[in-house]
């Protein structure tokens, strides 16, 4: 989801002279295989070429907008029609699309997403889309590029479909063959000219796991989300109390959910292992919930700067990290969270309560089932 306070670099936008005079020659196939086998050099573990013609689904965005599903997301409509990547860079001819994949987590669910078991990815996926565009402005004097990551207003799951990258599955995210849903996603806009690749061909058929598979039932129907009912939306964006009929499906999560990412069938043994341009972080992957509350209560930003998790902020993970601790009845945690009862954040305050209720009821019911055990 793309951060609201994310300030679009200047850099990421270069133009390589002013050119004059007819728009460049399309350039043929040993330019596009140079790029691929550059890309993955630099990490990347795809990459796919379209044009920058207008992307498609652009009804399907605007209605899901009008209809309010977005929630509190209300930066998704503003920059301008998405589908129209010309407006980022007048003159775009060709879009370049590179996913790198990330680890899978050996168990679902994880106090913390897949995809935020790292440090910041922006910085990574810049690193490795910068060479490339560089190699695009040399490969045509006076041509320009644009990098996009997240934050910028264009439609990254229908261009990287169109770019043969992956296709849109049921869960709404880019599905590939062989990495599954965890890869994130990296655009460079191109005034020049390559041949696009094939669009990417939707393999879901009949398949519906992730539908099965989502706590809250966000994916109202195929390829249809609700992200006012997603858990990752309800950890991630919003800001105020989680709705409480949705705490108990929290689980043990944190921060977003996984859910419908583990359902999927694609992918395969070898996204257990990590990810080099993307490594993971076993400060974030391997810490229980007790550390969590711990460094989220005494050193939040220093724990968590420049990690997707500081996009919650302080009181929204400590929120989500009580929930969370309340779902797992673990009564140790009782004396980690009592504390919290007495904070000077209402909103704190009121999880805690929730969560300290949860806690004694399994506590009570561990000790009626260890008296029923006794007498018989």
């Not at 989801?1 to 050119?19: F, L, N, Q, Y």
């Not at 209300?74 to 980022?88: D, E, I, K």
């Not at 009782?334 to 209402?346: K, Q, S």
Request: neutral net charge; hydrophobic residues 40%.
């Amino acid at each position: 989801m793309a951060p609201r306070d994310r300030v679009e670099r200047a850099e990421d936008t270069i133009d390589s002279g002013h050119a004059t005079g007819p728009a460049p020659a399309p350039f043929t196939s040993p330019l596009k295989e140079h790029l691929r086998r550059r890309a993955r050099e630099l990490g990347l573990d795809e990459i796919g070429f379209t044009t920058a013609d207008d992307l498609p689904r652009a009804d399907y965005v605007e209605r899901w907008l009008a209809e309010g599903r977005a929630g509190a997301m209300s930066y998704l409509a503003r920059g301008g029609p998405r589908h129209r990547p010309g407006l980022l860079l007048e003159g775009a001819r060709t879009i370049v699309v590179g996913a790198a994949r990330y680890q899978r987590p050996r168990s679902e669910p994880s106090h913390v997403a897949a995809y935020a078991q790292r440090g910041d990815y922006h910085p990574g996926l810049r690193k490795a889309l910068r060479p490339l565009a560089a190699e695009l402005r040399a490969a045509v004097a006076g041509s320009a590029t644009k990098i996009c990551i997240d934050a910028a207003p264009i439609l990254e799951r229908e261009a990287a479909a169109r770019a043969g990258v992956g296709w849109i599955g049921k869960n709404t995210l880019v599905v590939h063959p062989e990495h599954g849903c965890y890869t994130l996603l990296g655009l460079i806009l191109w005034t020049g000219e390559l041949p696009p690749d094939a669009p990417s061909v939707d393999h879901c058929g009949r398949c519906r796991r992730c539908l099965d598979a989502c706590p809250t039932q966000a994916l109202t129907a195929p390829y249809q989300m609700d992200a006012r009912l997603c858990l990752s939306y309800l950890t991630i964006e919003q800001r105020d109390a989680i709705p409480v009929e949705y705490r108990e499906a929290l689980g043990v999560r944190a921060f977003g959910c996984d859910a419908c990412l583990a359902a999927c069938p694609y992918g395969g043994a070898a996204l257990f292992d990590d990810a080099p341009l993307l490594p993971t972080d076993p400060a974030l992957a391997g810490a229980s919930l007790r550390e969590l509350l711990e460094r989220a209560r005494d050193r939040f930003w220093k724990s968590f700067r420049a990690t997707p998790v500081e996009r919650a902020r302080r009181r929204g993970f400590l929120r989500n990290l009580l929930v969370a601790a309340g779902n797992s009845r673990d009564a140790s945690l009782r004396e980690v969270v009592l504390p919290f009862r007495e904070d000077g954040d209402t909103l704190v305050a009121e999880h805690a309560d929730w969560a300290l209720r949860r806690l004694d009821e399994g506590r009570e019911s561990a000790g009626a089932s260890t008296s029923t055990t006794k007498g018989m």
